[in-house]
């Protein structure tokens, strides 16, 4: 009897303690819980104190009112206060993760805005290059934390030369690292990138699917285009309690070799946000690069990501920056590109103002022609040039094979792969990912195509026959 007693006993104990007051049982928050702990982060770091107010008393306002009631799922809950308060600043965001995924990252949401202000993705949350992200559905368990940064090669995603000696920079985020440490990994990629495109005769920079991140890097690669000491620099205006504080978004560290007169173009779309508009702007104000595109974001704010509790977290943008060349910064209005073009034409644009631009100023020799002969194949990817009877030009040249392959010309030479042709002309072509190679083919007398010829901008050409 007294064993079941016992048993009885230890069954109900557990029950009878979360019936208490004080227990460390809390019942489960609500969605006006939620609400009004978001409106609390937001009221308390957001840059513009009597904004923060009003946003703060608005939400709880709607809270009351029953607005989010509906939403019992905290991701729900998260996405209806995301459209809520992003019409206020385009960087607020609320997130969702169990708290128990939270809890694996090492470098989750800060407490408050003290963790390092960052010029993040508008919309997207935290910035880049923050540390190790953890992300998944909820009741997942995530083992080990995710680093976004070095898995997507801290922003770098692609670095070449294009046709005509152009450098190509597609920048997908500004990842974060810290002056004075010059092996960080971020600032490496970076300066790797860079170095590769050294040799260039112009660079193009594309951020039209980069929304954001460190203002450390845009002001590092800010400055590797223009004087060192230049007063160019946004300063931002912190929130720091009820005050404000100010930085500068000038480099600690100057880049070593600055490329101050190589020609440069921006590329942008409306999902170039805060980071990347930085270093837009900066660039624009001063006539140092060409932006091409499409208007961008309209994101200024920095800010940081702020656990809100129970698994939820804000973005707020705890800071504002100023341009000392136009007095004020980009938040809302976007900015507007020098050449407005769809955002998919940015690119074929780009490389043909550059090569254009080149040519003007006077290239000379086999750079001109290489030059001419990049932009010539640029614009025939636009133009429409009539399809040749691919009949004609198949067959064995020598060593050389044409071979037609889905509708398109091929030249094969020897055991190597196949090379694309792409015409410009009747009897004229060029290998469509190396422009600098033309292939011409010569008729006989009779108008049947009797041999080809590989032309070379140095003069050099070789004759092949059928």
Not at 33 to 55: E, F, L, N
Request: proline share 7%; charged share 25%; net charge neutral.
């Amino acid at each position: 009897m007294r064993t079941a007693q016992r048993l009885i006993h230890s069954l109900l104990a557990p029950l009878l303690l979360l019936c208490l007051p004080g227990t460390v049982h809390a019942a489960a928050a609500t969605p006006r819980d939620s609400v009004a702990d978001v409106a609390r982060r937001i009221q308390d770091h957001y840059y513009d104190v009597d904004r923060a107010a009003k946003i703060g008393e608005s939400l709880r306002k709607a809270a009351a009112e029953g607005e989010f009631d509906r939403y019992t799922d905290p991701r729900d809950l998260a996405t209806a206060l995301t459209e809520r308060i992003k019409s206020h600043d385009g960087h607020f965001r609320v997130n969702w993760l169990a708290p128990e995924q939270r809890a694996a990252d090492p470098r989750g949401p800060a407490q408050g805005a003290d963790a390092g202000p960052r010029l993040a993705p508008a919309g997207v949350g935290a910035g880049p290059g923050a540390g190790p992200r953890v992300r998944g559905r909820p009741g997942l368990n995530v083992a080990q934390p995710v680093d976004y940064a070095r898995r997507r090669n801290y922003g770098v995603h692609r670095a070449e030369v294009l046709p005509g000696n152009l450098g190509y920079l597609d920048l997908k985020e500004f990842a974060d690292f810290r002056f004075g440490e010059p092996r960080a990994p971020a600032r490496l990629a970076l300066e790797s990138a860079l170095q590769l495109l050294a040799s260039t005769d112009a660079l193009i920079i594309d951020l039209r699917d980069n929304g954001g991140g460190s203002p450390v890097s845009v002001g590092y690669l800010v400055s590797a285009f223009t004087p060192k000491g230049a007063d160019i620099y946004s300063s931002f205006h912190w929130r720091d309690g009820d005050s404000l504080g100010s930085t500068s978004e000038a480099p600690v560290d100057w880049y070593p070799n600055p490329r101050l007169d190589v020609p440069l173009y921006l590329l942008t779309s409306p999902r170039t946000a805060s980071a990347a508009e930085a270093l837009v702007y900066t660039l624009k104000n001063v006539g140092r690069a060409v932006v091409i595109g499409e208007t961008s974001a309209g994101a200024a704010n920095p800010g940081a990501e702020i656990d809100a509790g129970n698994g939820f977290s804000v973005f707020v943008a705890t800071g504002s920056p100023t341009s000392p060349i136009t007095h004020r910064n980009w938040e809302g209005s976007g900015i507007a590109p020098d050449v407005a073009v769809p955002q998919r034409e940015a690119l074929r644009t780009a490389q043909a103002l550059a090569l254009d631009s080149l040519l003007k100023k006077g290239l000379s020799g086999g750079d001109a022609i290489d030059a001419r002969w990049a932009l010539d194949a640029v614009r025939a990817e636009s133009a429409s040039v009539p399809a040749p009877a691919h009949a004609e030009y198949t067959g064995q040249y020598d060593r050389m094979r044409i071979e037609e392959d889905a509708g398109r010309l091929y030249l094969r030479n020897g055991k190597r792969p196949q090379q694309p042709l792409a015409a410009l002309e009747r009897d004229l072509f060029y290998l469509v990912d190396d422009p600098s190679v033309r292939v011409r083919f010569e008729r006989n007398g009779d108008g049947r195509v009797a041999a080809l010829e590989t032309l070379r901008p140095d003069g050099s050409a070789n004759r092949y026959r059928r």
